[in-house]
């Protein structure tokens, strides 16, 4: 099992771009998250989703979007990026005993 | 609002000493976890409580859960220097099964020789 992919590793974004964050898991499981990781603070939640076709609000929503069109894959959609969505973003899938599992993660610049 | 405390936000140790990290939080929850983030890497689940007085051990890693006083605790027993990471605890504040994870600001603990 390759666990939980994130793809790109890197990224540098112009302001204003737009971009997809690509999640996918291999362990069939039907909750997977978006965090982000600002420098030296902990995880908070964007989106997540608890099956293919439903998705919600995290603590951290605005100037995201996401889709979960099958159980593998959660992309996240950035539309127009700004500077304060610099940090790093982690896809996770959870399991049994809601341990959540996470990516490698992805890091993204606005410049 | 949950809000999750850690302390101390850094800890330098001596190889073979003992030490304990606290995790507080605000909110009624009876889940917690434990996660080991190393340098510009993902983080690594470690521990999951579910329950009152919950313990889990892990080689020199021992977590406990007080949800009571809305307390838990990762002791850390003869420190090695492969333990040299940030350790952040995560409270559930989804009472339900979604599992809605409020993080810790982290703990970053250096063991020195």
């Known amino acids: 099992n390759a666990g939980v992919t994130q793809t790109p590793k890197f990224r540098i974004l112009k302001i204003g771009q737009s971009m997809t964050l690509q999640c996918t898991q291999d362990m069939n499981h039907n909750y997977m998250y978006w965090y982000r990781q600002d420098p030296g603070m902990g995880l908070k939640l964007i989106y997540y989703?608890?099956?293919?076709?439903?998705?919600d609000k995290g603590e951290v929503p605005n100037g995201y979007n996401v889709s979960r069109s099958t159980t593998e894959d959660f992309p996240l959609r950035l539309e127009l990026a700004a500077p304060s969505q610099t940090s790093v973003y982690f896809c996770?899938?959870?399991?049994?005993?809601?341990?959540?599992?996470f990516g490698p993660g992805t890091r993204l610049t606005v410049l | 609002e949950l809000k999750v405390e850690q302390n101390p936000l850094f800890l330098s140790m001596q190889e073979g000493k003992n030490y304990t990290i606290y995790c507080n939080y605000s909110?009624?929850?009876?889940?917690l976890y434990w996660y080991r983030q190393d340098p510009g890497k993902s983080l690594e689940s470690l521990f999951v409580?579910?329950?009152?007085?919950a313990v889990k051990q892990e080689g020199r890693l021992m977590a406990s859960l007080d949800t009571k006083a809305r307390l838990s605790t990762l002791h850390i027993t003869a420190a090695v220097h492969d333990l040299s990471a940030t350790y952040f605890c995560?409270?559930?504040?989804?009472?339900?099964?979604?599992?809605?994870?409020?993080f810790g600001t982290g703990t970053r603990l250096q063991v020195t020789l």
């Open positions: 989703s608890v099956g293919a076709g439903i998705t």
């Open positions: 996770a899938s959870m399991g049994y005993n809601n341990e959540q599992f």
């Open positions: 995560a409270v559930d504040r989804d009472t339900g099964t979604a599992s809605k994870l409020t």
């Open positions: 409580l579910l329950s009152n007085g």
């Open positions: 909110t009624t929850s009876d889940r």
